[in-house]
């Protein structure tokens, strides 16, 4: 069966993709199987699980049909039109995070680094080794052109290893809501990273606009259900990222990276600025739930 996953504030091509083995899943985090439904995308439900507030979708596609999800998005598009559509300030902010919080550099992983924007800003600073894992060929190509001096290795997250404690910095940016086993993940991930290092995680943020789309059909926001299996809130990230060891976890709202249109942009900056100004007047306490992106970040607990 041929699917499309639909246009979205992050998704700014609709490509095909076909699956044939799905399963259902309960909630990653807590293994709960009590949940509220939330709406449902292409058939896949959107669900709330009523213990710890997850959201996911189910049923999940199988862990053997993940990788052709990215095969088809690389397809139609070359890497210049894809690069082009980046706006460059989701990178200036991380490198600016990253900085702040770790000012005298380290080596820096950048897992799903796709063409290597994000390495790309970080290597004008010397005092950061860099290294990057992507998992489409044609995004690894372009990335290691992009930046010499970052090492880039092509693979899926269950195919990469990094000895243990090897890196003072690992972002992940627009990764975990693909993953089946984001708990799994992060502790894999965090073995990877020294005590007092830095875990970066960026995600998007679309269960408010689910919950508004019940009411007014009409907004245009899509999960994409099923390259997307989960929806993290702050407080989602949070319970992530202290259940993987992290502690000293702080939040800030994305700024957009990309879009279709220019109503697109001019429509996520008016919902943006609300929730900068308000997240600035409450002192980084309040996160406006029509941000949009979350970045979470903390530092791995001493053993
Ligand atoms: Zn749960």
Redesign the pocket.
């Given at each position: 069966m041929t699917q499309h996953v639909k246009q979205s504030f992050y998704t700014t091509v609709e490509h095909p993709f076909s699956i044939e083995h799905t399963e259902d899943v309960v909630?990653n985090?807590?293994t709960?199987e009590e949940f509220r439904s939330l709406g449902e995308e292409l058939g896949y439900s959107i669900r709330c699980?009523s213990?710890?507030r997850?959201v996911y979708i189910n049923p999940q596609p199988t862990v053997d049909e993940i990788p052709a999800f990215y095969d088809n998005m690389y397809m139609d598009d070359s890497p210049d039109e894809i690069a082009a559509r980046g706006l460059g300030y989701t990178e200036k902010q991380l490198a600016k995070i990253v900085r702040k919080r770790m000012p005298h550099g380290g080596e820096l992983l950048d897992i799903g680094c796709g063409f290597g924007a994000v390495l790309k800003e970080m290597a004008q600073y010397e005092e950061w080794g860099l290294q990057g894992v992507e998992i489409g060929e044609k995004a690894v190509a372009y990335a290691r052109e992009l930046v010499p001096s970052a090492t880039i290795q092509e693979g899926t997250l269950a195919e990469i290893n990094y000895p243990p404690a090897s890196f003072d910095c690992i972002l992940m940016v627009t990764v975990l809501e693909h993953v089946k086993d984001p708990l799994a993940v992060l502790k894999q991930v965090m073995t990877w990273l020294k005590p007092g290092g830095l875990l970066l995680l960026q995600t998007p943020h679309v269960e408010p606009f689910i919950r508004m789309k019940r009411y007014v059909p009409s907004v245009p926001i899509h999960f994409e259900a099923p390259r997307h299996l989960f929806d993290f809130s702050p407080r989602s990230l949070r319970m992530y990222m202290q259940g993987a060891g992290c502690e000293d976890v702080n939040l800030d709202i994305a700024v957009p990276y990309a879009c279709g249109t220019r109503w697109g942009v001019a429509m996520i900056w008016g919902m943006k600025l609300i929730g900068f100004a308000l997240h600035r007047l409450s002192f980084g306490y309040y996160v406006w739930p029509y941000a949009g992106g979350l970045i979470a970040h903390g530092v791995k607990a001493d053993d």
């Open positions: 909630c985090f807590c709960s699980c213990q710890c997850l």
